[in-house]
Structures are given as structure tokens and as C-alpha cells.
């Protein structure tokens, strides 16, 4: 079983840079393809970023290209998603999730086998 705990939401002014971080318990956090999935308020979670295990791949929505960067520190089992230019539209409850498969860097939320609780992010205008 892999425990995963997001950190880092908060409050922020349009523009403004958050990063949220999420760290992994379990001994294969190597093998894991991990992502980043995003809900607001009366919509579906929706795929934000993912990346491979060793880090060379990695995968974004395309609203968030160019702002969000994806990285994990595979000595610290932590994943990391930094958001920078922020709007109000990234307003949401962020999830890290893990694949423990590690086979594709997939934007399907069903390729996942565990979830952590979700931190919540808010960008003010």
C-alpha cells in the first residue's frame, strides 16, 4: 500500500506561483508513474501533469503549459508540481496520484492506484 499526503495549497493573487509538493511512503516510489489531477467546484477532476519514475518523461494539460512544471526527487520519494502565472481558473482541490505500473505517463485518472487527500489552491483576481 503506498500513502500519499499533498502539501503547499493555499491562497494566492492572480499571477502570484504556488508549489505544491506530495510525498510518497513505500520503498518502489522509483517505479511509479506519478500525476497531478485537479477538481473545483461542481466540475470533474480533470489530469493536470504526470511524470515517469526516472523523470524524463513527463505530460501536461494544455492550459497549463508553460506555467506548471512537474519533478520528483526520487531520494526523497516527493513529487512536485511548481505553478507559476497562476489565474482563478486553477482554482481547485489538487491530488497527487500514483501508477504503480510505471508503464505509460498517462492522463487517465483510472490508470491510477492511489490517491492522496488533496490540498486546496486558490488564486484570487
Known amino acids: 500500500q503506498v500513502q500519499l499526503v499533498e502539501s503547499g495549497g493555499g491562497l494566492v493573487q492572480a499571477g502570484d506561483s504556488l508549489r505544491v509538493s506530495c510525498a510518497a511512503s513505500?520503498?518502489?516510489?522509483?517505479?511509479?508513474?506519478m500525476g497531478w489531477f485537479r477538481q473545483a467546484p461542481g466540475k470533474e477532476r480533470e489530469f493536470v501533469a504526470a511524470i515517469s519514475g526516472s523523470g524524463g518523461s513527463t505530460r501536461y494539460r494544455d492550459s497549463v503549459k508553460g506555467r506548471f512544471t512537474i519533478s520528483r526527487d526520487n531520494a526523497k520519494n516527493t513529487v512536485y508540481l511548481q505553478m507559476n502565472s497562476l489565474k482563478p481558473e486553477d482554482t481547485a482541490v489538487y491530488y497527487c496520484?500514483?501508477?504503480?505500473?510505471?508503464?505509460?505517463?498517462?492522463?487517465?485518472?483510472?490508470?491510477?492506484?492511489?490517491w492522496g487527500q488533496g490540498t486546496q489552491v486558490t488564486v484570487s483576481s
Open positions: 496520484a500514483a501508477d504503480r505500473t510505471g508503464v505509460v505517463v498517462s492522463a487517465t485518472a483510472t490508470m491510477y492506484d492511489y
Open positions: 513505500g520503498r518502489t516510489f522509483s517505479g511509479y508513474t
